[in-house]
């Protein structure tokens, strides 16, 4: 059974390890850096309004983690939770514990509005989403900076 907890700082240093390989890999667009995966660890495990993290607990292992951010979105009028980063250690995967995660944070917000990303070919991950009612949306994403 998979159990979902709260970060925190004993979780760290295996998030960080999982973060790594999860930039590294055709799953994300970007490769992050040392730096920013230790300020997003930080910000997780602190009083952080902004960014939430959840680790996934298989039998007492550490399986996964989840990143999810808080805004707004104009374009519907309500709160919107975006799922920033949402991992499996491959021994993990099609299991259930994706669609288990999107559960619990559709009983933790109720009244959200649920976005993510994802990459084209990663097309495990499109099922997963699509499987659990994520539609696709016509945007181009921008970005200026970093």
Known sequence: MTEIFTMTDEH???????????YASPAVATNGSEEIFRADVEACISENPYLSGYVFMVSGVLAGYGMIAKSFSTEYGVPCIWIEDIYLKPEYR???IG??????LEEQFPDHLFRLEVEAENAPAVHTYRKNGFTEMPYIEMKKGR
């Open 12 to 22: 760290r240093e295996e998030v960080l390890s999982m973060m790594r390989v999860f």
């Open 94 to 96: 099609n299991l259930g």
């Open 99 to 104: 669609s288990q995660f999107f559960s619990f």
